[in-house]
């Protein structure tokens, strides 16, 4: 029984330190972003277009690595964070770069054959024939192509559901990749 009161008293300790380390992140979090829109208005500023999403992350990623995982909270400059973002993109791009010419060169020292094989040709020329589905499988299919088709269109026709058949259903089990 005396037990129970130090369970609770490390029950309610261990959630206040939960609480306390969430509260750590989250501010980590908005200092992080916080650096990484200021570059990102920078980027914006002195380009004359917003980074992309891919830039974005990569901006996101370098006010990580300044602000220490968001634990600097000292004030930045954005345009020389910008400078030094830029520079580190730049060496990386010549990194990758390298890499792929030193891949490239051992390909050739080895006598790799440039291009695809026979076999890959082969299959991109003359892909194997989409399979069948099973009769469970084109059950399945077309109970979800009604269902989904029903769904958008109260008073569907049948070349709504072919239409639904053709562009919009997943491509599992038919023979084709699924459309993005």
């Known amino acids: 029984m005396s037990d129970i009161p130090d369970a609770v ?16 992140e989250d501010t980590a979090t908005r200092e992080v972003m916080r650096v990484a829109r200021a570059v990102a208005w920078e980027f914006a500023r002195q380009h004359s277009r917003a980074p992309d999403a891919e830039q974005f992350q990569a901006i ?3 006010a990580r690595f300044v602000t220490l995982n968001g634990a600097d909270t000292r004030p930045v400059d954005p345009a ?9 993109e730049r060496v990386d791009a010549e990194a990758q770069r390298q890499i792929r010419r030193e891949i490239a060169r051992a390909q050739a020292r080895s006598g790799a054959p440039f291009g695809p094989t026979p076999e890959q040709a082969r299959a991109v020329a003359f892909p194997a024939p989409p399979r069948r ?4 499988q084109a059950r ?19 070349a709504d559901l072919i239409r639904y058949l053709g562009r919009d ?3 599992r089990g ?7």
């Open 133 to 136: 589905l099973s009769e469970d």
């Open 169 to 171: 259903a997943p491509g």
């Open 140 to 158: 399945s299919v077309m109970a979800e192509a009604i269902a989904v088709t029903q769904a958008r269109i109260p008073a569907w026709t049948r």
């Open 9 to 24: 008293a490390e029950a309610a300790r261990r959630a206040r330190d939960r609480e306390r380390q969430q509260a750590d």
């Open 60 to 62: 996101e990623r370098f």
């Open 174 to 180: 038919l023979g084709r990749p699924p459309r993005p």
């Open 80 to 88: 020389l964070l910008l400078k030094g973002w830029e520079a580190q």
